[in-house]
């Protein structure tokens, strides 16, 4: 057996029978003859992972390299292909670097590469589905090579295919990223225009943009070094317009986002700590006492004890709310 205490952000030391990280395409096709005689289970990073027991099988954790350019068919188009096991931030600092944008309102969001098209990752009004041009990946069963279009991932709120009817059937080796050469900031969603205006900005750059959000998120979320989490554990879920409305008329105050005429995306960190969560503890398990998105974890706790605690949360906002509040982690 093999642990996966560093293989997981929460910091919870459970085991599988073996770990393979392929380097290259090569390595990965020379492994699947063994990986198909027992259960497996893919990871990146660890950062949206929650392990409750030991993994009864095989781990695998493809860490192809590399960051190349390539220009697009469009004038101002650059496609810039990456390894699956390439660190999402350090994607977007060099698309910020070479002035290559799309991305840099997603910075600073933990995990790698492969994990960013199976998680369509979002933050401050952007998604990655919006940027992914293409994806490479390997088909377990058969080692087959294919080349998988975004359309055909039916992306949605962190989601994809890939979570689906695709889940276990595909290792992503690489994601090529469609990014303009022409800077469009996205500033209404959060604080984002309101911290660039407070720090006199006028001029606004994409370097600019991507340091407030650093500055924000760091603000907010919990070292993983320090305290074991997984960034933000429930997804904020989207109501139809009668239950917002029904809800603001009782919390006028409410935060919300518009989705379309019919739904609207609340906050979920908002409705768990209007239900006192924020900073309390249950066992070793915990909510961070900066954001209520976030559990941590406070020394020692189990994956049990996070579940526990995501439980006794996600009853306490539907009998306050109505409303079911959904893990976006992974929990095994």
Same mark, same amino acid.
């Given at each position: 057996?093999?642990?996966?205490?560093?293989?997981?952000?929460?910091?919870?030391?459970?085991?599988?029978?073996?770990?393979?990280?392929?380097?290259?395409?090569?390595?990965?096709?020379?492994?699947?003859?063994?990986?198909?005689?027992?259960?497996?289970?893919?990871?990146?990073?660890?950062?949206?992972?929650?392990?409750?027991?030991?993994?009864?099988?095989?781990?695998?954790?493809?860490?192809?390299?590399?960051?190349?350019? #390539?220009?697009? +068919?469009?004038? *101002? !188009?650059?496609? /810039?292909?990456?390894?699956? $096991? =390439? &660190?999402?931030?350090?994607? %977007?600092?060099?698309? #910020?670097?070479? +002035?290559?944008? *799309? !991305?840099?309102? /997603?910075?600073?969001?933990? $995990? =790698? &590469?492969?994990?960013?098209? %199976?998680?369509?990752?979002?933050?401050?009004?952007?998604?990655?589905?919006?940027?992914?041009?293409?994806?490479?990946?390997?088909?377990?069963?058969?080692?087959?090579?294919?080349?998988?279009?975004?359309?055909?991932?039916?992306?949605?709120?962190?989601?994809?295919?890939?979570?689906?009817?695709?889940?276990?059937?595909?290792?992503?080796?690489?994601?090529?990223?469609?990014?303009?050469?022409?800077?469009?900031?996205?500033?209404?969603?959060?604080?984002?225009?309101?911290?660039?205006?407070?720090?006199?900005?006028?001029?606004?750059?994409?370097?600019?943009?991507?340091?407030?959000?650093?500055?924000?998120?760091?603000?907010?979320?919990?070292?993983?070094?320090?305290?074991?989490?997984?960034?933000?554990?429930?997804?904020?879920?989207?109501?139809?317009?009668?239950?917002?409305?029904?809800?603001?008329?009782?919390?006028?105050?409410?935060?919300?986002?518009?989705?379309?005429?019919?739904?609207?995306?609340?906050?979920?960190?908002?409705?768990?700590?209007?239900?006192?969560?924020?900073?309390?503890?249950?066992?070793?398990?915990?909510?961070?006492?900066?954001?209520?998105?976030?559990?941590?974890?406070?020394?020692?706790?189990?994956?049990?004890?996070?579940?526990?605690?995501?439980?006794?949360?996600?009853?306490?906002?539907?009998?306050?709310?109505?409303?079911?509040?959904?893990?976006?982690?992974?929990?095994?």
């Amino acid at each position: 057996m093999q642990s996966l205490l560093h293989h997981n952000t929460f910091g919870i030391d459970q085991s599988c029978w073996r770990i393979y990280e392929p380097e290259t395409v090569d390595q990965l096709l020379a492994v699947l003859p063994e990986l198909r005689k027992a259960p497996l289970l893919t990871i990146g990073g660890g950062s949206n992972l929650l392990l409750t027991k030991d993994f009864e099988g095989n781990v695998l954790h493809p860490v192809m390299k590399g960051i190349a350019e #390539v220009e697009g +068919e469009e004038e *101002g !188009i650059v496609l /810039l292909r990456c390894g699956a $096991g =390439e &660190v999402w931030d350090d994607v %977007v600092e060099y698309a #910020v670097d070479h +002035e290559l944008y *799309g !991305i840099e309102n /997603l910075s600073i969001i933990p $995990g =790698e &590469v492969g994990a960013s098209a %199976v998680q369509n990752i979002g933050a401050y009004g952007v998604e990655v589905k919006d940027c992914i041009h293409g994806i490479e990946a390997v088909e377990i069963a058969t080692g087959r090579m294919v080349q998988i279009k975004p359309e055909e991932c039916e992306y949605g709120y962190r989601y994809s295919r890939f979570k689906g009817e695709w889940k276990g059937r595909y290792v992503i080796t690489y994601v090529t990223y469609r990014l303009s050469r022409v800077f469009i900031p996205h500033l209404d969603y959060g604080n984002v225009r309101g911290m660039l205006e407070a720090k006199g900005i006028e001029t606004i750059t994409a370097a600019d943009v991507r340091k407030v959000i650093i500055d924000m998120r760091n603000s907010k979320l919990p070292d993983p070094e320090v305290e074991g989490n997984a960034g933000s554990f429930f997804m904020n879920p989207v109501v139809s317009r009668e239950k917002f409305e029904s809800l603001m008329a009782k919390y006028p105050d409410m935060p919300h986002y518009r989705v379309s005429d019919a739904e609207e995306k609340i906050p979920a960190g908002w409705m768990i700590e209007q239900c006192g969560w924020k900073g309390r503890t249950l066992g070793k398990a915990g909510v961070h006492d900066r954001q209520a998105l976030v559990l941590v974890n406070k020394g020692g706790a189990t994956g049990q004890d996070i579940v526990r605690l995501c439980n006794q949360i996600r009853q306490d906002v539907m009998e306050r709310f109505g409303i079911s509040i959904n893990p976006e982690v992974n929990i095994i």
